[in-house]
Every structure is written in structure tokens, then in C-alpha cells.
């Protein structure tokens, strides 16, 4: 079993929908959790940062901890064509900070 | 010019060349990191650089051999390669080690013939 799995899509929706991508994990030692944003031909971008369980809003984007479950969340609201690109997941122990990544869904927002 | 400048950003080599890839940060980081992605594979951590000692190196084949001059300066040279080694090498940096939140170049697209 992989240490962290993510649904690589690709994902397409249409404008203004909202949007749930997830990560769920085997490892209970991960406390930090973490969503990239990669646009084609670039390199990742830090989107959203969670320590621990719980939930963080910026903006449009909710990024949710359950690790009760081992399950993370991204939830995208009103999404725009400028979200198209591929979401990955990276998560890391307290004790041992090497992030382990999901594969990254590829995500597609259709005007 | 701030955040992560990778160069090339795109490079063909034969198996038998030898060619180097640069990445400088601008942002003041102690931490230092070449990955490689490839299609269909998570992210693989390659290479970390604290504080410009080589901290960790996951099982990397000799073929490929980082260099950390400063804390602002990532090298990797690379020699004999394979075609399978074709992949977006990605650098990134972080404030240190132990800080998780690390910012990344735009990547060296690396094909091998």
C-alpha cells in the first residue's frame, strides 16, 4: 500500500462549480499536511499548509484534515478556468519532516 | 529576480554527455532540494542541502552528482545517463531542513537519447 494516495483524474468541471479533491494516507505519525498547485510547464506552488486536524480557508480554497480517517481534503468554491492545473498532496511526520507526495490530480475547468 | 531560477529549462542529451544543471535562490533559505518528477509517479526527493552539507541522498544512482557551493546555489551534474532518467528535475528550497514549506524552480525538462 502506498503511503499516501490521490486520484490522478483528470478531473473536468464547469465554471462556478465546487470543486473536492482528496488524499488519504496509511502513515498516523503525519501531522503536517499540504496542497501544491502545478500549472503546466511549471514547478509546484505552496497552496495550503495544515498542521494537524481541522479545517483552513483561504479565499476560495478549504483545506480539510480528518486523520481520524487518514483523509485530506481540498474544496474549491466558484472555481475558474485559471484553477486548471494539477493538485498534489504532501504530507509529513513531526519527527521526520520528508514530505511524502500523492501523484497529484489533474484538474480541468471548462468556461 | 526573487524566488527559485532554474537553468536550462529544457535540455537533450545524449547517453554519453556530460551536462550540469543550476538552480539559485533568492530567498534567503538554508535548505536546498533536487527532485524528480516523472509521469504517472509521486514527486521522488533526491537530493536535500542544509546549510550547504548534503543531508540526505534517497538511493540516487552515481550517475548523478549534486553539488551545494552556498546556501543560495544548487548544482546537479549529470553523466552516462539513461533514457529512463528523461524527467522535469525540480529544485526547491525551504528556510530550513526542518521547515516544511518549500518553494520550487519552474524545473530542467531532461530528455536522454
Known amino acids: 500500500q502506498k503511503e499516501v494516495e490521490q486520484d490522478p483524474g483528470p478531473l473536468s468541471v464547469p465554471e462556478g462549480a465546487i470543486v473536492s479533491l482528496n488524499c488519504t494516507y496509511s502513515?498516523?505519525?503525519?501531522?503536517?499536511f499540504m496542497w501544491y498547485r502545478q500549472y503546466s510547464r511549471k514547478g509546484p506552488e505552496l497552496l495550503m499548509y495544515?498542521?494537524s486536524s481541522g479545517n483552513k480557508e483561504d479565499g476560495r480554497f478549504t483545506a480539510q484534515v480528518d486523520k481520524s480517517s487518514k483523509y485530506i481534503s481540498l474544496f474549491i468554491r466558484d472555481s475558474q478556468p485559471s484553477d486548471s492545473a494539477t493538485y498534489l498532496c504532501?504530507?509529513?511526520?513531526?519527527?521526520?519532516?520528508?514530505?511524502?507526495w500523492g501523484l497529484g490530480t489533474s484538474l480541468a475547468v471548462n468556461p | 529576480e526573487t524566488g527559485v531560477t532554474q537553468t536550462p529549462r529544457h535540455l537533450v542529451m545524449g547517453m554519453t554527455n556530460k551536462k550540469s544543471l543550476k538552480c539559485e535562490q533568492h530567498?534567503?533559505?538554508?535548505?536546498m532540494y533536487w527532485y524528480k518528477q516523472s509521469a504517472k509517479k509521486p514527486l521522488e526527493l533526491m537530493f536535500v542541502y542544509n546549510f550547504k552539507e548534503q543531508t540526505e541522498n534517497n538511493s540516487v544512482p552515481s550517475r548523478f552528482s549534486p553539488e551545494c557551493p552556498n546556501s543560495s546555489h544548487l548544482f546537479l551534474h549529470l553523466h552516462t545517463l539513461q533514457p529512463e532518467d528523461s524527467a522535469l528535475y525540480l529544485c526547491a528550497s525551504s528556510q530550513d531542513k526542518a521547515n516544511t514549506e518549500a518553494f520550487f524552480g519552474q524545473g530542467t525538462r531532461l530528455t536522454v537519447v
Open positions: 495544515t498542521y
Open positions: 502513515n498516523s505519525a503525519f501531522q503536517y
Open positions: 504532501a504530507m509529513c511526520a513531526g519527527n521526520n519532516r520528508k514530505l511524502i
Open positions: 530567498l534567503g533559505h538554508n535548505a
